[in-house]
């Protein structure tokens, strides 16, 4: 992402999962981290962290956090009504109007047109 490579994101919830190693100079890491963190901030990006121990001691927590933090970042999805009340069921009045009804796919014997 940009210039940093990432271990695993989710664009969908704008959130990137981190998992570090060990390092010796971590002071360095802490300033390089801090960087990025903000590069990713300001694209509305979250990013959790885990130490490699974290992933190999206790899997269950990290995905519970991990699942956690996606969730409060996701946005549900919005389904579109059927037919909003009020408003008539023009098949049923083209049906009873007596006038011919149109058929765009075709009837089951493949006639297209008037019926």
Not at 20 to 41: K, Q, T
Request: charged fraction near 30%; hydrophobic fraction near 35%.
């Amino acid at each position: 992402m940009g210039r940093y490579i990432v271990d695993f994101v989710s664009h969908a919830c704008k959130l990137v999962i981190e998992v570090d190693g060990e390092s010796h100079d971590v002071e360095s890491r802490f300033r390089n981290d801090a960087a990025r963190d903000a590069w990713l901030r300001s694209r509305g990006y979250d990013a959790l962290r885990f130490t490699n121990d974290d992933v190999m001691t206790n899997l269950e927590g990290v995905a519970i956090a991990i699942r956690q933090a996606a969730a409060a970042r996701s946005t549900p999805s919005l389904s579109l009504p059927r037919r909003k009340s009020g408003l008539p069921d023009l098949r049923n009045h083209m049906r009873n109007s007596g006038k011919p009804e149109f058929r765009w796919g075709g009837d089951d014997h493949g006639n297209v047109g008037e019926k």
